[in-house]
């Protein structure tokens, strides 16, 4: 575990990097995060997953699988794979500020 | 040499519900990992990617120890389909989706999904008999071919 400072907002984070604490994480951290997972520029199709997330995890009060953000999110799985390849479910959850997922699908 | 795991073959060759859904899962959750993945559906296994019967697949309520009920009850008509159904709800919780949305789902992750030759010969089975998102049916050599370089999984 290790404080950092993301803009310019100072945060928690657990050893993988991801936000300890979700209510730390603010829009403007998330080109930071993406920036380390890989991804340059986030579009609007990255902010609808992003966004989605977010939402979800507050009603629900966990990180949604690609499933439901299929089913309940209406992203289609192969844009959740073009946008955040090779592990959208962890990379989007990293980005979104949320913790690692736990669910196996 | 890698410290990761960056492919899997999976093979899934039996047809019971729960001779399928491992496999399934294996190479979803593969993918989510970001690993290259292929899929090969052989013997029994293919009535998995058969368009009529892939959301028609049973729990085997016989001679499978594990589900803890006598076998001569598990025997008894409807037994295999109530086992089914209440198998299919927890999956549901768990946000496991039917076996067609699931192959859906596994192919739109950029998995390569293929039936054995051998057993469509066998069983006479058409192209036409396969879900849209089969890629193809090939021999056990192609298989191999395409296995390089990575780890093969049999279910």
Redesign the interface.
Known sequence: MATATLAGITVERDDEGYLKNPNDWTEEMAPELAKEMGIDTLTDEHWKVIRFMRQDFQEKGQVPTIRRMKVAGGIPVKDLYNLFPKGPAKKAAYIAGLGKPHGCI | MSDKIEKVSIIISKGSLEGVYPGL?MA??A????IDVNLFFTFFGLDSVIKKRMDHLKVATVGNPAMHIPTLLGGLPGMSALATKMMMKEMDK????PVSEFIE?IH???AGLYACKATVDMFHLKEEDFTENLDGIITVGEFYEMSHGGEIIFT
């Open positions: 899962i979803n959750g993918r989510m990992e970001g768990l946000d496991i989706p789902m739109d992750t950029g």
